[in-house]
């Protein structure tokens, strides 16, 4: 079999930013794939930049993780020099800056969020090219493209921190129902004025839609077990 390892690979994930009445929620799957090939089954897509902001990445794992360090060293110096900690705007900016400058070789998308006392919690989307907007709640990744309808019927202005976050977890699901390049577990991160929430969902523990398999042990289970029953002509 002819393997070209330089032809580019399809790289897939979900990951969801949503405000709420009070602060912000960030959800994401872990599977991180290789063309066909899942390389990481339980990664984590949501990286701290400062104490009060996150960034869920999607797209090349590479260029999503440099990009988040050279943020992350940046936001540092800039909290020593004016001595607070930095805005979720700025935050943005600065991925803003760079994907833009970079955007001929960076292959990314990217989803800021966090609190501040200045403006509460923010939302930013910075898709490939590296326009930066604010939105009351974005999605990315290869599983966006499953949920652009759900989430117009199912985001309303001023949901409780549990609504928000039971919509998120609800909006991956569906995602890795459908979509073959996400899965694993969702992570979710909650950011408010009290701090910030991790929370973990396993996938065996995620509600099944439409003629999703129950997870097994075993691929004999799965054989055994029999795929959804033909409908009758």
């Given at each position: 079999m002819d393997l070209n390892l330089d032809a580019p690979h399809s790289m897939g994930t979900t990951i969801i930013g949503?405000?709420?009445n009070g602060g912000v929620v960030l959800g994401a799957d872990s599977r991180t794939s290789t063309g066909m090939y899942v390389a990481n089954r339980a990664s984590?897509?949501?990286?701290?930049?400062?104490?009060?902001?996150?960034?869920?990445?999607?797209g090349s794992a590479a260029?999503?993780?440099?990009?988040?360090?050279?943020?992350?060293?940046?936001?540092?110096?800039?909290?020593?020099?004016l001595g607070q900690p930095a805005t979720v705007k700025v935050s943005a900016n600065l991925i803003r800056m760079l994907a833009y400058n970079?955007?001929?070789?960076?292959?990314?998308?990217?989803?800021v969020g966090?609190?501040?006392?200045?403006e509460g919690g923010?939302?930013?989307?910075?898709?490939?090219?590296?326009?930066v907007v604010e939105q009351p709640f974005a999605i990315g990744g290869s599983g966006s493209s499953y949920l652009y309808g759900f989430f117009d019927q199912a985001w309303k202005e001023g949901m409780t921190k549990e609504e928000a976050e039971q919509l998120v977890v609800k909006a991956v699901s569906l995602a890795i129902a459908r979509d073959g390049a996400s899965g694993g577990v969702v992570r979710t991160v909650i950011i408010n004025s009290e701090g910030v929430t991790r929370n973990?969902?396993?996938?065996?523990?995620l509600q099944l839609w439409h003629e999703e398999l129950e997870p097994q042990n075993?691929?004999?289970d799965i054989l055994n077990a029999g795929g959804p029953v033909p409908m009758a002509m």
């Amino acid at each position: 079999m002819d393997l070209n390892l330089d032809a580019p690979h399809s790289m897939g994930t979900t990951i969801i930013g949503v405000t709420y009445n009070g602060g912000v929620v960030l959800g994401a799957d872990s599977r991180t794939s290789t063309g066909m090939y899942v390389a990481n089954r339980a990664s984590d897509k949501i990286t701290q930049l400062t104490d009060n902001v996150y960034v869920c990445r999607s797209g090349s794992a590479a260029d999503s993780q440099v990009v988040s360090d050279y943020v992350r060293y940046f936001l540092h110096q800039h909290t020593i020099q004016l001595g607070q900690p930095a805005t979720v705007k700025v935050s943005a900016n600065l991925i803003r800056m760079l994907a833009y400058n970079n955007k001929n070789m960076l292959q990314t998308g990217l989803i800021v969020g966090g609190w501040d006392k200045y403006e509460g919690g923010k939302i930013y989307g910075i898709p490939l090219g590296g326009t930066v907007v604010e939105q009351p709640f974005a999605i990315g990744g290869s599983g966006s493209s499953y949920l652009y309808g759900f989430f117009d019927q199912a985001w309303k202005e001023g949901m409780t921190k549990e609504e928000a976050e039971q919509l998120v977890v609800k909006a991956v699901s569906l995602a890795i129902a459908r979509d073959g390049a996400s899965g694993g577990v969702v992570r979710t991160v909650i950011i408010n004025s009290e701090g910030v929430t991790r929370n973990f969902y396993p996938g065996d523990k995620l509600q099944l839609w439409h003629e999703e398999l129950e997870p097994q042990n075993s691929l004999l289970d799965i054989l055994n077990a029999g795929g959804p029953v033909p409908m009758a002509m």
